[in-house]
């Protein structure tokens, strides 16, 4: 149950800029997906050894773990909070937030190319567009979006994944034809400030009037804080307590009811 002050601050909202992957839709089968298409790229002698460590550390087991940061080109982790040591470059970590951080990170440092992580993801994306890949419409979502676009709620999407196979999954969701505007390859964290200020402007909403609901710790909820913003948080994998935000959750599943409760 959301606590009262937690609902009225969300109720207050008039505009939620909400992420793709990882928040609309509940399935995981396409990291499995990516897992191989990463692995048919490495060399023969790497791929089960690749796949060895990536299960290891999707199941929590060993040093790599969900919330920190993996630097491959030496091996090294980083755990969740740590200080860099001196001369690390930040800018070449990977920060291993979800499946897909832990399936590039291993692979970069088991010796893809560059190029061939971008192939993979892109066939994984294609993938997942196509008729095989099977989507189910999260209970109760699109009944949720539509009540709070009753409400003159104005709704807009921010993903960094390319437009195409992200318009596919949208249709795939039932949910295409209810966001005002969209910002596709959207290349958060670092461009977010700039479209949620953006969207302030354009729908004439104040930054403290605005939600943010995403996944990614560091792409849509750190930089939404920092603007006042208000914020809701699926944390699937890290389960780290973050009292700044304004309401957590643990699965995209429970984010249909948490807005019907709210705007119910």
């Known amino acids: 149950m959301v606590q009262e002050a937690v609902r009225q601050r ?9 992420d ?7 399935e995981t089968n396409h990291f499995h997906v990516y897992g191989e298409e990463l692995a048919n790229r490495l060399p023969g002698e790497r791929q089960q050894r690749f796949r060895a460590t990536a299960g290891a550390a999707l199941r929590q087991e060993g040093e790599l773990a969900f919330g920190g940061s993996f630097d491959a080109g030496n091996g090294r982790y980083f755990a969740q909070g740590m200080d860099l040591p001196e001369g690390v470059d930040a800018g070449r970590l990977i920060h291993v937030d979800d499946p897909w951080g832990v399936y590039a990170a291993l692979a970069l440092y088991h010796g893809i190319t560059p190029e061939g992580l971008a192939e ?4 994984t ?10 989507m189910k419409p999260m209970k109760g979502l699109r009944e949720a ?6 409400l003159s709620v104005h709704l807009v999407l921010a993903t960094n994944s390319p437009e195409p196979d992200s318009r596919a999954l949208l249709r795939k969701l039932q949910l295409d034809d209810l966001f005002e505007d969209h910002s596709f390859l959207s290349q958060k964290p670092h461009r977010i400030r700039e479209l949620f200020r953006g969207w302030s402007k354009s729908f004439d909403v104040p930054l ?7 996944d990614h710790y560091r792409n849509e909820m750190s930089p939404a804080t920092e603007l006042g913003i208000a914020t809701i948080y699926i944390d699937r994998y ?16 429970q984010l249909a009811s948490t807005l019907l409760e709210v705007f119910g």
């Open 208 to 214: 403290n009037l605005m939600a943010s609901v995403g």
């Open 120 to 123: 993979a993801f892109l066939t």
């Open 238 to 253: 890290i389960r780290k307590p973050h009292p700044e935000l304004t309401l957590q959750l643990t699965h995209p599943g």
């Open 125 to 134: 994306r294609e993938h997942m567009a196509s008729d095989q890949f099977s």
């Open 20 to 26: 793709l992957d990882g928040t609309v839709y509940e």
């Open 145 to 150: 979006l539509l009540r709070m676009k009753s």
């Open 10 to 18: 969300l109720r207050d909202c008039r505009l939620y800029v909400f």
